[in-house]
């Protein structure tokens, strides 16, 4: 390959995509201390839509730079090194980590230890740190060749889970004797779901809000005490427990919000944004039309690299990764059944797979791993 490429994305239309030159290639030469990896392959949900939505708000477009007015979509997956100018680090070691949708990176690495290294380019420096982290495959407590594709697709949204679940526990779920969970398709919450539902008989139970047409799927998950429409809570026929309740909200819809809210009540202990699986009603019109404020608890963003650094501090970092690894075990064993894997390859493959997630056509059963490669680079055999 004589140069590499760059899918991206058009900030202020998100709709509008282009795949540009890279100035590197294989034969890029990095400096002292850099690493030029080749990303292999790569997962792609709504996750990575919701880094595009809040990409200015989070400073999610400042990890890899691209030209003005242009941004590269974060992904998480598997680079494998070319070049090496760092000590202890070689040609052919594999890490993962947080990526852009493109053939190459270039990274200057720091802290370098045998579980892998940090990025410390210049700019990444005032980013959170957890972002900033390239495991090691050798050394990895939680890799497993067996579920490399998964855990492209779910260990970042599951480290999410973990930490949300962690923190909620940590606070006695605010005293609820429920949980509702919105997009309880989504990974992220299906996930969440599987941690409290393993938590004991004193756990709070778990409530799944999806679409008529999901259903099925998050009933068979099995990970939810019960499974309401959307319909349902908006018209108000499908009534929401009375007691104490939380809400961890992975829609960013204010119109589900608001009638979760209206229907609890000051019963709503506790009221938490994670994501925008609806991403196109974020910033639409506040359904409450009184200009009085939502009842119930106020509204409180959760940002999981605050968790991870409070984490790091109480456990240390070996003990907040052997935690983590532990409770993805046997997740990921019981999640190999839920989903079908869909690889594709080439900025084609790309596009037409992000085009699809962005209008939200993607199946709950269907996890896509990508490459800009035009055929995989990955070493294992397909």
Not at 25 to 47: H, K, Q, W, Y
Not at 171 to 179: L, N, Q, R
Not at 183 to 208: N, Y
Not at 240 to 254: C, H, K, Q, R
Request: aromatic residues 10%.
């Amino acid at each position: 390959m004589a140069l590499g490429c760059n899918f991206l994305v058009e900030r202020g239309d998100l709709h509008h995509t282009s795949v540009h030159p890279a100035t590197i290639s294989d034969d890029t030469v990095p400096p002292s201390g850099g690493l030029l990896l080749a990303i292999e392959r790569f997962g792609f949900s709504a996750n990575n839509i919701t880094y595009a939505v809040f990409g200015d708000a989070m400073g999610y477009w400042s990890f890899f730079p691209a030209p003005d007015g242009w941004g590269r979509v974060p992904v998480w997956g598997f680079a494998r090194v070319l070049r090496s100018a760092t000590d202890g680090i070689t040609e052919g070691d594999r890490f993962f980590g947080y990526l852009p949708p493109s053939t190459h990176l270039l990274v200057r690495a720091g802290e370098v230890s045998g579980d892998g290294f940090t990025d410390v380019t210049e700019h990444r420096m005032a980013l959170p740190p957890v972002y900033n982290r390239y495991v090691n495959c050798a050394t990895d407590p939680s890799y497993d060749p067996r579920y490399e594709d998964l855990q492209m697709l779910l260990r970042p949204l599951f480290m999410t889970s973990f930490l949300l679940d962690d923190q909620l526990a940590d606070e006695g779920f605010h005293g609820a004797d429920a949980v509702v969970l919105t997009s309880a398709s989504s990974k992220t919450a299906f996930a969440l779901a599987h941690l409290i539902s393993r938590r004991g008989g004193d756990r709070p139970a778990v409530v799944g809000l999806t679409s008529a047409s999901n259903v099925g799927f998050v009933e068979g998950l099995g990970c939810y005490d019960r499974v309401v429409t959307y319909d349902g809570v908006l018209d108000g026929s499908t009534p929401l427990p009375a007691d104490p309740t939380a809400l961890v909200d992975f829609s960013g819809d204010p119109l589900i919000v608001g009638a979760v809210h209206r229907q609890v009540g000051d019963a709503l202990a506790y009221s938490g944004i994670v994501g925008g699986t609806h991403w196109q009603a974020i910033g639409g019109a506040e359904p409450d039309t009184s200009g009085e404020p939502l009842p119930g608890a106020a509204r409180t963003f959760f940002f999981a690299p605050d968790r991870v650094d409070q984490r790091r501090a109480d456990w240390g970092p070996d003990g907040m990764e052997e935690r983590i690894a532990a409770a993805w075990g046997p997740f990921v064993e019981r999640v190999s059944g839920w989903v079908t894997v869909v690889r594709g390859a080439g900025p084609d493959a790309v596009r037409r797979v992000y085009e699809e997630t962005l209008r939200g056509d993607t199946s709950p059963d269907i996890a896509h791993v990508l490459s800009m490669y035009g055929t995989d680079r990955n070493h294992l055999e397909d």
